[in-house]
């Protein structure tokens, strides 16, 4: 099997807008995301920390790095999946969210994991 496929995890995003946390006046604007990793490799692997870039329609950028996931560090098994939900918030009504995270196999081998860029909007604000 080509040395790729060992370690490979897919990230499916899904984002949606939280009005009641959110307050356009003020130019704040609060999504939730939920995340999906699936381990689609042969090696067990351990998800280490994150780095997201947070992007508005004003080209301001957030960068966020840490540890873990929402105070996880999970562990997946080829075939297992983990799923958590978080947050973000935007002074726009619509953004992207892209990033990537930090893997360490069960051989020790450390390698990145891409995650796919994705949109955050307000409902009805694109077409």
Partial sequence: MAESRKYEITVVPQAGYLAEQSDPSRNQYAFAYTITLTNTGTVTAQLLSR???????????????????????PLLKPGES???????????????????????????????????????????VLH
Avoid: C
């Fill in 51 to 73: 780095h997201w870039i947070i992007t508005d329609s004003d080209h301001h950028v957030q960068e966020v790095k840490g540890l873990g996931v929402v105070g996880q560090q």
């Fill in 82 to 124: 983990f799923e958590y939900t978080s947050g973000a918030s935007i002074k726009t009504a619509v953004g992207t969210m892209r990033g990537s995270y930090q893997m360490l196999g069960e051989d020790g081998h450390v390698f990145e994991v891409e995650i796919p860029v994705f949109t955050l909007s307000v409902p009805r």
